[in-house]
C-alpha cells in the first residue's frame, strides 16, 4: 500500500496552486463564493476563468493530447480538482461539456466527432447543457417520453426538459429521446447532440431555492437535427448514459471533498471568531471533529477511486457509494452550522451569508445526478447483488 | 498510488484466515492461549516481520472470527519492542498472556509495581505504561497478575480482571519509533472493521434468502437502502483505518497528520462499526435476538471495544483539540513522496 504522490505530482500540485493563487481574485471563497445574481453577468464570468484555467493548461487533463488534453493520469486530474476545490474557485459554465459529453464522447464517439468536439469543449467553443430529466421521468430516467423520428435526412425531435442547468448559455445539449417506442424503456433510447439555436427550441429559466436562475425548461417543438446527430448506437442510448454516468460519478467532482473542506475552514474560523469551540463547548467540539473526520475520510475514498483507476480497474458501483457519502455529509456539515450559529443562519448576518445560501443549495444533492434513493438502489442490487424486483 | 493492500499483504491476511479456518475449535472455545499459538506458528509476533498496513490486514480477519484478547496487545507488543527487551514469541511458546491494561491507576518504585489495573483478560502479565518517564516507556510485570476480582462483559467472550497489582516489574523503554498504545488502537480497530464486515455479510446473504410476503425481504427497498448505508460506511471505516495504519508506516507523514488520522479513524469507526451491526440485527429481525444464531456477538465486540477503548465522541474532541493546534489538520495532506 502507498497512498503518496510522486515528487513529480507534488511539484504538479504546487504549479497549480501558485497559478490559482496568481490568478483568482484573493477574496474568493470567503466573501465572495459565487458569481454575480445577474446570471448573463455570472456567464461570461465564469466563461472567462475556465477559459484562462484552459490557457494555462489545466483542463482536460486526463484527455488524449491528440484531442487537446494534456494526456496526464487520473492522479493529476485529481491534484488539479483538488486544489480548485481547496480555493473554492468558482464553479465552470461548461461543467456538462467536461463531465458528461467529453468523457461520453471519448468512450463513443467517432474519430471525427472526437476531433472536432473534444477540443471545442475544452477552449469553450461549444458550452453544454444536458437533456436527460423531464416532468414525468425524474429517478425513472429511462420512463422518458421527448421522441426522435426520423424524417429524410432529420431527426424531429418533440418533447420537453426539465432541470437543464445552463440551456440558456449553452449552444449544445446531450440529449436523451425515445427513438423506439415499441422497445422495452430502456432499450428504445438514443442520445443526440442537438444545436440549441435549432428552430423549436424555446428555454425558459426556472428561479430555483436560493433565488438563482442555474435550471431551465427546455421544449422542443418539432425541432429538426441532421440524421447524423446521434452519439452511439441508434436504440443504444441507455446503455452509453449510464456505462459512463457511473464513472464520472466518481471522477468528475473530486473538487468537492476540498471544496467542503474550505467551506469547513471557513466555519470553524467564525465560531472561533464568535468565541464557540472553546473547551466548554463539549458537544460542539466533539461533532466538529466527527464532520472532519467524515471530510477525510471522502478524501480517502477519492484517493482509493483515482488509485484504482490508475492502476487499471474499473470503476462501477463504488461510485455512488461516493456520491450518497458527500451529498449527506456536505447536508451534515450545514446542519451543523445552523445549529453552531442558530440566529445568525436565518437572519442578515453577513458573515454567514455563505453557509445560508449552502444550507439551502445542499438541499439539491442528494437529489440531483441520481438521488439518494437511487443510488441505495445501485449499491443494494449492483455492489451487494441484492434482489431486483418488477 | 497503490491504496490498497498489496499482494503480499493479502497472502499474509489470507494465511491467518485459513489457519483459524483449520482450527475450527478456536471459534467455538475462543481460547486466548489458542489464539496467540496458533498466530505465533504463522510467525506473526516476531519482531519487526509486520508493517501496520499488514498488521490492520489480519486485524480484520481476527475481526471477523470474533478473536479474543489480548492478540492485539502483544501482536503490538511484539511490533514495538525489539526481541531482546520483550520477546513476545517466547511468551507465546510458554502460553504466557501479555496484556495493556484498559484502565489504571499504579505507581512504580524499587522495582515493584503496585496499585489496580483492569485488563482485558485474566491471568496476564501487565504491561503498564511507565510512571518515570510517560509514554513510550513502559513497565512489565514479571510475575502473573493474579485477578483479585474478575468480571463479565457485554461481550460473554470477554472477561476483565480488575487486578491488585503487587509485582516485580521491570522497566522498558520503547526503543521502536512506534508508539504502544496508539498501534493497539490501530489493531482494535482493524478489529471491529473486520466484525462488522463479517457481521454484514452475513446479513446480505441472509436478506437474498429468507422471504416474506412472497419475496426475498432483501428485495425490498426498506431492507436495500438500509444495507446501501452499511456498505457506504464500511467503505469509509475501511479508507480511514488503513490510512491510519499507512500514515504510522511513513516516515513522509509528520505527526499531526498521524494523529488526525488516529482520531479520525476513531471517530469513524466508533461510531459507524456500531451503526452497522445494529442495522444487521434489524435486517435480520427476530432471528437476530437468539442466542444461537450469534450475530449478537459481533454487536458486543464492537460496542466492547468502542466503549473501553476508542470512544468516538473523545476522539472527536481530540481532533478539535488538534484543529485548534495545528492549522495543517485541516487541510488535505500534500501526502508527497520523499
Known amino acids: ?390 | 498510488m497503490q491504496f490498497e493492500f498489496s499482494h503480499e499483504q493479502k497472502l499474509i491476511a489470507e494465511s491467518v484466515a485459513r489457519r483459524f479456518e483449520q482450527a475450527s475449535d478456536v471459534q467455538g472455545t475462543q481460547d486466548p492461549r489458542e489464539t496467540i499459538r496458533l498466530l505465533n506458528d504463522l510467525g506473526i509476533f516476531e519482531h519487526a516481520i509486520l508493517d501496520c498496513v499488514t498488521a490492520v490486514a489480519v486485524a480484520y480477519e481476527l475481526g471477523k472470527i470474533l478473536a479474543p484478547p489480548p492478540w492485539a496487545d502483544m501482536m503490538a507488543a511484539s511490533m514495538t519492542f525489539p526481541t531482546q527487551t520483550l520477546n513476545v514469541s517466547a511468551l507465546c511458546e510458554e502460553s504466557t498472556l501479555l496484556a495493556i491494561p484498559l484502565r489504571h491507576e499504579t505507581s512504580f518504585s524499587k522495582g515493584e509495581v503496585t496499585g489496580t489495573a483492569m485488563l482485558p483478560v485474566a491471568k496476564a502479565l501487565a504491561l503498564l505504561p511507565s510512571p518515570h518517564t510517560g509514554n513510550p516507556g513502559w513497565l512489565l510485570t514479571e510475575d502473573i497478575v493474579s485477578c483479585s476480582n474478575s468480571a463479565r462483559t457485554i461481550d460473554e467472550s470477554i472477561e476483565i480482571a480488575h487486578a491488585e497489582i503487587n509485582n516485580p516489574a521491570r522497566e522498558i523503554g520503547s526503543s521502536s519509533e512506534r508508539d504502544l498504545s496508539n498501534l493497539r488502537l490501530l489493531l482494535i480497530l482493524g478489529e471491529m472493521v473486520g466484525a462488522a464486515t463479517a457481521c454484514f455479510e452475513k446479513t446480505v446473504e441472509y436478506a437474498k434468502e429468507r422471504k416474506q410476503f412472497d419475496h426475498e425481504i432483501g428485495s425490498y427497498q426498506a431492507i436495500k437502502h438500509m444495507a446501501a448505508d452499511a456498505a457506504m460506511q464500511l467503505e469509509a471505516m475501511r479508507a480511514a483505518v488503513e490510512y491510519a495504519a499507512w500514515c504510522t508506516d511513513s516516515a513522509q507523514v509528520d505527526a499531526a497528520e498521524r494523529s488526525a488520522a488516529l482520531f479520525s479513524a476513531r471517530s469513524i469507526v466508533g461510531e459507524q462499526a456500531k451503526t452497522i451491526a445494529e442495522k444487521c440485527m434489524q435486517m435480520h429481525g427476530g432471528i437476530a435476538f437468539t442466542w444461537d444464531y450469534g450475530l449478537h456477538r459481533f454487536l458486543k465486540r464492537i460496542v466492547f471495544w468502542r466503549n473501553t477503548a476508542i470512544l468516538p465522541e473523545q476522539a472527536g474532541r481530540e481532533l478539535a483539540e488538534l484543529m485548534a493546534q495545528a492549522d495543517s489538520v485541516l487541510e488535505n495532506a500534500p501526502l508527497e513522496a520523499t
Open chain 1, 1 to 390: 500500500m502507498d497512498v503518496a504522490f510522486t515528487a513529480e505530482q507534488g511539484a504538479f500540485r504546487r504549479q497549480i496552486r501558485s497559478w490559482i493563487k496568481e490568478n483568482l481574485a484573493p477574496d474568493w471563497g470567503g466573501p465572495r463564493f459565487v458569481g454575480a445574481e445577474d446570471e448573463a453577468e455570472n456567464a461570461s464570468f465564469q466563461q472567462e476563468w475556465e477559459r484562462s484555467l484552459h490557457a494555462a493548461g489545466f483542463q482536460g487533463i486526463h484527455w488524449p493530447e491528440a484531442y487537446g488534453g494534456r494526456g496526464k493520469t487520473i492522479i493529476e486530474h485529481l491534484i488539479v480538482s483538488e486544489e480548485l476545490g481547496r480555493a473554492s474557485a468558482p464553479e465552470g459554465i461548461n461543467t456538462i461539456g467536461k463531465e458528461l459529453v467529453g468523457p461520453i464522447l471519448l468512450a463513443l464517439g467517432t474519430e471525427e466527432q472526437k476531433r472536432e468536439l473534444i477540443p471545442r469543449i475544452l477552449n469553450l467553443e461549444d458550452i453544454w447543457c444536458q437533456g436527460f430529466s423531464e416532468p414525468g421521468a425524474g429517478s425513472d430516467l429511462a420512463g422518458l417520453s421527448t421522441k426522435a423520428v426520423l424524417d429524410g435526412d432529420h431527426w424531429v425531435i418533440n418533447g420537453q426538459k426539465l432541470w437543464t442547468s445552463f440551456a440558456r448559455f449553452a449552444n449544445k445539449c446531450i440529449l436523451l429521446a425515445r427513438t423506439d417506442p415499441t422497445k422495452p424503456k430502456h432499450k428504445g433510447l438514443t442520445l443526440f447532440m442537438v444545436d440549441m439555436n435549432t428552430p423549436g427550441i424555446t428555454v425558459r429559466p426556472l428561479t430555483q431555492i436560493t433565488g438563482r436562475q442555474e435550471f431551465n425548461e427546455v421544449f422542443f417543438d418539432d425541432a429538426r437535427v441532421p440524421a447524423n446527430s446521434h452519439l452511439g448506437e441508434v436504440d443504444g442510448g441507455w446503455h452509453a448514459a449510464v456505462g459512463v454516468l457511473g464513472y464520472e460519478r466518481a471522477t468528475a467532482r473530486l473538487y468537492r471533498q476540498a471544496r467542503f473542506l474550505a467551506e469547513f475552514r471557513s466555519l470553524i474560523t467564525i465560531l472561533r471568531e464568535k468565541g464557540l469551540l472553546v473547551d466548554a463547548d463539549i458537544i460542539l467540539k466533539s461533532r466538529a471533529g466527527a464532520l472532519l473526520a467524515e471530510l477525510r475520510a471522502l478524501r480517502l475514498l477519492n484517493l482509493r477511486t483515482a488509485s484504482r483507476i490508475a492502476n487499471g480497474h474499473p470503476i462501477g458501483p463504488e461510485a455512488s457509494v461516493i456520491k450518497l457519502y458527500w451529498s449527506e455529509m456536505h447536508q451534515r456539515i450545514m446542519d451543523f452550522a445552523m445549529d453552531a450559529l442558530p440566529g445568525p443562519m436565518v437572519t442578515g448576518d453577513s458573515q454567514v451569508e455563505r453557509f445560508r445560501f449552502l444550507y439551502l443549495h445542499s438541499r439539491a444533492e442528494t437529489i440531483y445526478a441520481g438521488t439518494s434513493e437511487i443510488q441505495r438502489n445501485i449499491i443494494a442490487e449492483r455492489m451487494l447483488g441484492m434482489p431486483r424486483r418488477g
